[in-house]
């Protein structure tokens, strides 16, 4: 063992020195030692216990409950346990859980849907099973919950903050009417509009409505007016038809099978931008941001330049494709049908792959909300982890005990369904 060295100095020759004394006991080292263990120790075993959070809220609903999760009001729609024809709402103050009101919903259903518009809830109430049964949509004050109208129709929040309603079976005509939302009273209405209609759809809401008729001719009107923009036949030069039309952003796409064939009009004057053959044919068309992709089910996937049709890239192998913070997100086919489904980001001008964030299923979440990934934990418990699609990264943020996958995410928050079909309620960690 070597020790420390000490200078002696030069050699001289000479009777021996006088021996040193004896160096004091080193009676410090061992509790040094032990401190440092002991240190060392608590650092481990801090680094196994989970960070210590708040408690996490919980919510009550049964397990058929409808709910609506926004930044600040948690909205249930449970089931009568007399009459499960009827439904009880209830609404919860976040982040605290605090009850605000309870409603009866006044009328019998078999299916619910609940969603808001400007300060309106919308419940919307399938009397019986489609195509045989009508739609009926109830609008409740979203801060008291006191019942303020009802009409026929499917609702679609507008980008004013109003309503469209949508009536009319898969056979018989379309019917539109645009009321506002703390009132019903009707703005404008097209009975017996179309044969079937498109929605063009922007962050705040509804602001373009397509109304098509099966002898080719086809309106655009703004959703908030109700005003026609354009009209159009657009049926293709040789009397055929186009099997779908789509609206993504400003653009109207209609595609024919045989031969496979997508055109491109303007949405607010239906003037042609461009006709492109394609390869193979074309079953949609998806939203990919700065371009379209085309897509054929379980087959290609398409980059198509926006403003000129032109093919950039093609892809095999992706079941379904979503445009997330200036990339796309893509899910293979071979997993598509799975709860939890494997997430590829890919560059949507050239659709590389530039990262893989692994198999998770998604929680619920707007346009600009968080992406947030849920996973069963081999010890039990969900995972939860922040898809961070622009880094190509994901960051495990903790591991949340009874709760299922039934997860909804807005920022800051994270609501997850428990066994018992109550509901708890996180702060997500940052």
């Known amino acids: 063992m070597t020790g420390p060295v000490i200078d002696l100095g030069e050699l001289r020759h000479g009777p021996?020195?006088?021996?040193l004394p004896r160096p004091p006991r080193a009676t410090g080292r061992p509790l040094r030692c032990a401190l440092v263990l002991l240190l060392v120790l608590a650092t481990l075993v801090s680094a196994a216990v989970p960070p210590r959070r708040p408690a996490a809220v919980t919510l009550p609903a049964q397990l058929a409950a409808e709910t609506l999760l926004t930044a600040d009001l948690f909205v249930v729609l449970d089931p009568?346990?007399?009459?499960?024809?009827?439904?009880?709402?209830?609404?919860?103050?976040?982040?605290?859980?605090?009850?605000l009101w309870q409603t009866a919903v006044p009328v019998q259903g078999r299916n619910w849907g609940i969603m808001v518009a400007g300060g309106t809830l919308l419940v919307t109430v399938y009397e019986a099973p489609p195509p045989e049964g009508s739609i009926l949509t109830l609008a409740f004050?979203?801060?008291t919950g006191a019942y303020r109208w009802q009409q026929p129709g499917r609702?679609?929040?507008?980008?004013?903050?109003?309503?469209?309603?949508?009536?009319?079976?898969?056979?018989?005509?379309?019917s539109l009417r645009a009321v506002d939302a703390c009132c019903g009273t009707v703005r404008w209405q097209l009975p017996d509009a179309a044969d079937y209609v498109n929605l063009r759809h922007n962050p705040r809401g509804v602001d373009r409505v397509l109304l098509h008729r099966r002898n080719g001719f086809t309106e655009v009107h703004d959703a908030i007016t109700g005003?026609?923009?354009?009209?159009?036949?657009?049926?293709?030069?040789?009397?055929?038809?186009?099997?779908?039309?789509?609206?993504?952003?400003?653009?109207?796409?209609?595609?024919?099978?045989?031969?496979?064939?997508?055109?491109?009009?303007?949405?607010?004057?239906?003037?042609?931008?461009?006709?492109?053959?394609?390869?193979?044919?074309?079953?949609f068309v998806d939203d990919c941001?700065?371009?379209?992709?085309?897509?054929?089910?379980?087959?290609?996937l398409w980059g198509v330049d926006p403003a000129t049709g032109q093919v950039r890239w093609r892809s095999d192998g992706w079941a379904w494709v979503f445009p997330y913070d200036g990339r796309v997100v893509a899910v293979p086919t071979i997993n598509a049908r799975a709860t939890a489904q494997q997430f590829v980001v890919l560059d949507p001008l050239t659709g590389r792959k530039l990262a893989d964030l692994g198999r998770w299923e998604l929680a619920q979440f707007d346009l600009d909300g968080p992406l947030?990934?849920?996973?069963?934990?081999?010890?039990?418990?969900?995972?939860?982890?922040?898809?961070?699609?622009?880094?190509?990264?994901?960051?495990?943020?903790?591991?949340?005990?009874?709760?299922g996958a039934n997860c909804q995410a807005v920022v800051g928050l994270?609501?997850?369904?428990?066994?018992?079909?109550?509901?708890?309620?996180?702060?997500?960690p940052r």
């Not at 009568?80 to 009850?99: H, I, K, N, V, Y």
């Not at 980008?159 to 018989?172: F, I, K, P, R, T």
């Not at 040789?238 to 009009?265: C, H, K, M, W």
């Open 372 to 403: 947030v990934g849920m996973r069963p934990h081999p010890d039990g418990g969900m995972v939860v982890a922040e898809l961070d699609v622009r880094a190509g990264e994901t960051r495990v943020l903790d591991v949340l005990a009874d709760v």
């Open 414 to 428: 994270l609501l997850c369904q428990s066994v018992d079909g109550s509901y708890r309620l996180f702060r997500m």
């Open 141 to 143: 004050d979203r801060k």
């Open 16 to 19: 021996d020195p006088e021996p």
């Open 289 to 300: 941001g700065p371009v379209l992709c085309p897509q054929r089910h379980a087959a290609g």
């Open 227 to 283: 005003t026609e923009l354009a009209r159009a036949d657009l049926r293709p030069p040789d009397g055929g038809s186009f099997e779908t039309v789509q609206v993504v952003n400003d653009l109207l796409l209609a595609t024919r099978p045989v031969p496979p064939r997508i055109t491109a009009y303007g949405l607010d004057r239906l003037d042609q931008r461009w006709s492109n053959a394609m390869t193979e044919r074309i079953d």
């Open 80 to 99: 009568d346990p007399e009459q499960p024809t009827r439904r009880r709402m209830s609404a919860f103050r976040l982040p605290d859980g605090g009850l």
């Open 155 to 174: 609702p679609n929040p507008l980008a004013d903050g109003n309503v469209l309603l949508q009536s009319g079976a898969d056979d018989e005509p379309v």
